[in-house]
């Protein structure tokens, strides 16, 4: 009986203030854009959401929005204007008039939703594929609830009819105590018997043998006498190279035209010698290089 009266109410406001509806949703298009749409559109568009709050149905909208659905068809921009009115803007605008029409604050919100879904079932014909997004601003119509009923569920409560003597208790705690007692103790034991038996049994580790390697001493490799190309063994004398950075040209079998004209930087670094020797012999190959170079 509410909801058919909510109905009445929203088609004496469509009927009395359709021409204000239009009125205010071409005011809210103009302000982005010229509207595509116009007040005629319009007019059937608030037509058909009448014959919906009248007949709880979409019978019929097919009848009245044919027109309007093939115009949208053919033109996207008045598609776009049908869309945005029937989803913001004719909803409030009859939110509006409802105001003016003095409808209570209670009964408004179940005309809303009867706009939403009149709307919906308009762009269903006109363009079903904005229908979705008009979905999610219905509301899930409430389902009832299975009641509950609460269960008293009363436990008979059972007292003991002879007392227990606290001594007893004790004395049963004081023996079970002992004999726990007891029984680690021989656990404990039987431990202490197994680690020596295992212990007596395991062989001794034999005597690790010490193993010295008998390495030359560095005082060993100065003192030898180098031997090899002789002018190479002279010539790195003269730039006071020590015996054994000398070793380490003859163990490469260099001779002192290698080491002059073809040995780079890279290849004195390879010999590893110390930083001192190294920085002369490159000293002494870059000078010899230089001198080379002026006299030819």
């Known amino acids: 009986m509410l909801q058919a009266q909510n109905r009445m109410v929203l088609i004496a406001v469509l ?3 359709k021409e204000k509806i239009c009125e205010e949703v071409l005011t809210k298009l103009k302000e982005s854009r010229p509207p595509r749409v116009d007040k005629g559109q319009l007019l059937v568009v608030i037509s058909a959401l009448a014959l919906f709050a009248r007949s709880d149905s979409d019978t019929g909208l097919e009848d009245i929005l044919g027109q309007l659905k093939r115009d949208c068809f053919h033109d996207h921009h008045l598609r776009d204007d049908v869309e945005l009115s029937c989803k913001t803007l004719i909803p ?5 008039a409802n105001k003016r029409h003095g409808t209570a604050p209670h ?3 179940a005309i809303d939703e009867i706009v939403l879904c009149g709307v919906r079932s308009i762009l269903v014909i006109v363009s079903p594929e904005s229908v979705q ?3 999610e601003k219905i509301p899930p119509t409430p ?3 299975p009641s509950h009923t609460s269960l008293t569920v009363t436990t008979p409560v059972t007292t003991p009819t002879s007392s227990v003597d606290a001594r007893d208790v004790q004395r049963q705690l004081r023996t079970a105590l002992e004999e726990n007692l007891q ?3 021989d656990m404990n034991d039987v431990m202490r018997t197994y680690v020596l038996e295992v212990k007596g049994q395991m062989p001794r580790p034999a005597a690790r043998k010490k193993v010295t390697f008998q390495t030359d001493s560095v005082e060993d490799v ?3 006498v180098a031997t090899g190309d002789s002018n190479l063994v002279a010539w790195l004398e003269d730039i006071q190279l020590d015996h054994a950075s000398i070793q380490r040209f003859v163990a490469e079998q260099l001779t002192l035209s290698d080491v002059r004209d073809h040995m780079t930087r890279e290849d004195v670094v390879d010999l590893k010698l110390k930083i001192g020797p ?7 190959i870059s000078e010899y290089r230089s001198s080379k170079l002026n006299t030819t």
């Not at 409030?92 to 509006?96: F, G, K, L, P, Q």
């Not at 190294?278 to 002494?284: D, E, I, S, Y």
């Open 92 to 96: 409030a605008a009859v939110t509006m």
């Open 222 to 224: 100065d003192s030898g």
């Open 278 to 284: 190294r920085c002369r012999v490159w000293a002494a």
């Open 107 to 109: 009964a408004m919100f």
């Open 133 to 135: 997004s008009i979905l």
């Open 183 to 185: 029984l680690l103790k």
């Open 15 to 17: 009927s009395d203030q």
């Open 143 to 145: 389902t009832k609830s």
